[in-house]
């Protein structure tokens, strides 16, 4: 079985760990590796400041509350996205409104978003869908003049570029996961990037249960959301080899878009010309018109040892999501993605010669 992903890691990872544990690094408020971590992970994505945490969706959690919105408040987010850009929403009482896709990325429709902004508006949630970036510049400028807040979910494009710059320097906060499936990981982890130091100093006490002076008077409700020291050493050992990571991905994009390229049926993963995907998972989708059934070539595949995973299911069909009461919006791109598009196994220790085998199954399946 080809599965859709495998976690690489090494003797550098575990003789990191190792050390963190030697040192005594067992929790997430002491000792040199959650610093190290933080100022190597900001520095790589060309913001000032790192906070890290226990996971993605903690990481986009805390952001919101950092906001400091009011209930029934309203956040844009990408409408085709894991269910984690919209919790953050919902957990802060706030209202999510879906951003329909566009169909070439699958990132969100820029041209919808103005017409989805009322007064209620307090900030918008760009996914970078796969690794692929959104227009961050176009969005900001969007953003800039309605003066709503930015916070990127960036936790599928460490490293992607847009207009040269990396995604994740461009909100004022950005939110990475570190999951076993991500570009780097440290098994469970997260980090919130931003340029803004008092927005920096608020999320690492949000962090840390909103420790201030006295110790223990506490002003606000926060949160443990904290990473270990053990897990942010073997994120540092991980920071060694992102680049290389990224190239690999390239690589194996390259190769699908070679073997898959002349199949009608299919819709390819593009690279816009201002873009640098860095194909967090090669993502694909059949095209409506010829009629085959997504599920079943799931399943096909499957019996040929190939193992695939559905797009999200837009937030727009959540329950919880439209069950609230000024809930709002239809995603008909959306839809289609989740309906018709599947990822494919995208591990960066697969061959060529397995992507040729992947590609061989598809063509046969697709004739
Ligand atoms: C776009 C997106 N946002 C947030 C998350 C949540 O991250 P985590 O699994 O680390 O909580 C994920 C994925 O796992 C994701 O794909």
Known sequence: MIPVFEPQYDDKEINLVVAALKAGEISGTFGKYIEEFENLFAQYSGCKYGVAVSNGTTALHMAVAALEIQRGDEILVSASTNIASALCVYHNQGITVPIDSEPETWNLDISLIEKLITPKTKAIIPVHLFGHPVQMNDLMKIAAKHKIAVIEDAAEAHGALCDGQKVGSFGDMNCFSFYANKIITTGEGGMITTNNSELAEKLRS??????????????????????????????????????????????????????????????????????????????????????????????????????????????????FLYEQKDFRGTTPVADDLWENGFYLPSSIILTQKEVQFIGAALKKLLA
């Open 206 to 319: 949000l962090r840390n249960l909103g420790f201030a002076k006295p110790r223990f008077l506490h002003k606000v409700p926060a949160f443990n959301f904290r990473m270990t020291g053990m897990q942010a050493a073997f994120g540092v050992g991980q920071m060694s080899k992102i680049d290389q990571v990224i190239d690999q991905k390239r690589i194996l994009a390259q190769w699908y878009t070679h073997e898959l390229e002349s199949i009608n049926a299919l819709q390819l993963p593009i690279e816009k010309s201002w873009a640098k995907n860095v194909y967090w998972m090669y993502g694909v989708k059949l095209k409506k018109e010829f009629g085959f059934n997504r599920d079943k070539l799931m399943q096909d595949l499957l019996a040929e040892g190939i193992d695939t995973r559905t797009f999200f299911c837009p937030m727009s069909r959540q329950p």
